[in-house]
């Protein structure tokens, strides 16, 4: 799945809260992957989309989050996000997506310092009440790799479309709240009625 691509709509069923169409026919969606629930550095770029969640909401995005574990084990880490997150344990919108795992998601050199940083912020969390530990078994893995895609609705002058897409190369190479923006800000709109 690459810009241009056409993706068929969908009605996705979050963890929680109201099921959500895909393409949206009045925001632009933006589709991430993520590992699994509790990946600690998962939680800490989720923890940047949730701070910055209204401006994001402002820019006429809707944030859907897609993580390869059972519902049952997402509830216990995502009940506090204030966007959908689906689960999808037999990665069937990862494979449609083209989303890889690899040994080079916590491999690269790259990804150590957030790895460390996630590390020492989910312990603190933990810790805290804030944050659950992740369960040791993960049955999609512990190797994923993120992916990101910036949809266009029919309604805001799309099909479907994906207008953007990034497909990670270590366990924390996505968009920034910054860079999704920007997108945001450079996709086609519809022509004002005259």
Known sequence: MEPGSVISARTLTPVTGPAVAVPDSAR???LQFRRFA???VCNLHLRSIV?????I?????????VFHSPAEELR??????????????RKRLYREFGVEQARRALLSPRAWGPIVWALVTGVWAVLRGREKLP???QPGGRLGLPADFLILGDGIGGDGRVVAA???EHAYDQWSVDELLELAARAP???PAP
């Not at 701070?51 to 401006?55: S, T």
């Not at 909401?57 to 989050?65: P, T």
């Not at 009940?79 to 997150?85: E, H």
């Open 57 to 65: 909401e402002a820019a006429g995005i809707r944030e859907v989050v």
């Open 51 to 55: 701070r910055r969640h209204q401006e």
């Open 28 to 30: 632009l969606i933006h």
């Open 135 to 137: 369960a040791p078994s």
């Open 76 to 89: 216990k880490h995502t009940d506090d996000l204030p966007f959908a997150v689906i689960a999808d344990p």
């Open 166 to 168: 990034k497909h990670g």
């Open 189 to 191: 709109r519809p022509d």
């Open 38 to 40: 509790g990946c600690p």
